[in-house]
């Protein structure tokens, strides 16, 4: 079983509407919990980080459950410009390594 | 935010011959720099772990006299890949760690690496 995994999709969203997907994490020794966006042959970019009671900018609204051990991220109000890859991270003091999800796609239509 | 900046971004090289990679932090100091390769539409696999004045730490399947990682400086780490081959090519992406907590993880701009 891999360590972080992502529903790879592709999410196709009506533009305005709301869309939301999950990552599963398999080490519970996990303590930080991020949210990436990757554009197509770009490097990632810090969308977010994940707290335990829940966090939201704008649009975006991330949740972590560490009882079932997954992450999860909604989008609202899609725009054509939130069409990327949304990549989940866990991070580990221990092992000092940040591990990435493969990865959800998500295109926006008009 | 903070910066971080790689070069090349993009490399061209001939079989067999070796590319270096450099990585810095532009306005902090890393203790801690991260070294990933990315396939076309797979995910960043973590190569190794680039600490400043040690040895890096290589993830399982990661041939470490292949991918030879210096980290002489906070701010510098570079990657060379040996002897490169075809199935090497790739995205690389290294990241840098600002602080101990985790959340300030900055990435670099990437460098794409194809061999001929």
């Known amino acids: 079983r891999k360590e972080v995994e992502q529903d790879p999709g592709p999410f196709n969203v009506p533009e305005g509407a709301t869309v939301a997907f999950n990552c599963t994490y398999s080490n519970s020794a996990s303590q930080s919990f991020f949210w990436y966006r990757q554009d197509c042959r770009k490097e990632p970019k810090l969308l977010m980080s994940v707290y335990s009671s829940g966090n939201e900018d704008g649009r975006f609204t991330a949740q972590l459950n560490r009882a079932s051990q997954y992450i999860s991220l909604l989008i609202r109000d899609s725009k054509l410009s939130d069409s990327a890859t949304y990549l989940c991270?866990?991070?580990?003091?221990?092992?000092?390594?940040?591990?990435f999800g493969g990865g959800t796609r998500v295109l926006v239509k008009p | 935010g903070a910066v971080v900046s790689q070069h090349p971004s993009w490399v061209i090289c001939k079989s067999g011959t070796s590319v270096k990679i450099e990585c810095r932090s532009l306005d902090f100091q890393a203790t801690t720099m991260f070294w990933y390769r990315q396939f076309p539409k797979q995910s960043l696999m973590l190569m190794a772990t680039s600490n400043e004045g040690s040895k890096a730490t290589y993830e399982q399947g990661v041939e470490k006299d292949k991918f030879l990682i210096n980290h002489a400086s906070l701010t510098l780490s570079t990657l060379t890949v040996t002897s490169a081959h075809p199935e090497d090519s790739s995205f690389y992406i290294c990241?840098?760690?600002?602080?101990?907590?985790?959340?300030?993880?900055?990435f670099g701009e990437g460098s794409w690496l194809t061999v001929v």
């Open positions: 990241s840098a760690r600002k602080d101990s907590t985790g959340n300030t993880i900055y």
């Open positions: 991270a866990v991070f580990k003091a221990a092992g000092n390594k940040l591990t």
